[in-house]
């Protein structure tokens, strides 16, 4: 998860959305992972800033994917 210039790895759109940037395994780019269950964020705010292996689920958004964060595989 890559945490922005002051640190933090949970951010917010303008409309409130909460998202957490992560660099993706597959193509090494950066995306933006959109998570919907806000009892998840203390377990981002722990792991920001180290790897991790998420479950994130693809959605259709138009002509770009949508992210959305699943939750954390442990091991």
């Known amino acids: 998860m890559e945490p922005d210039s002051a640190g933090n790895t949970i951010r917010r759109t303008e409309k409130g959305v909460k998202y957490v940037v992560f660099t993706l395994a597959v193509n090494g780019s950066k995306a933006k992972v959109y998570c919907k269950q806000p009892e998840m964020m203390p377990e981002i705010a722990r792991r920001q800033g180290q790897e991790a292996i998420a479950q994130v689920d693809v959605v259709a958004n ?12 442990e091991g």
């Open 62 to 73: 138009g002509k770009h994917p949508c992210y959305v964060l699943g939750g954390f595989v």
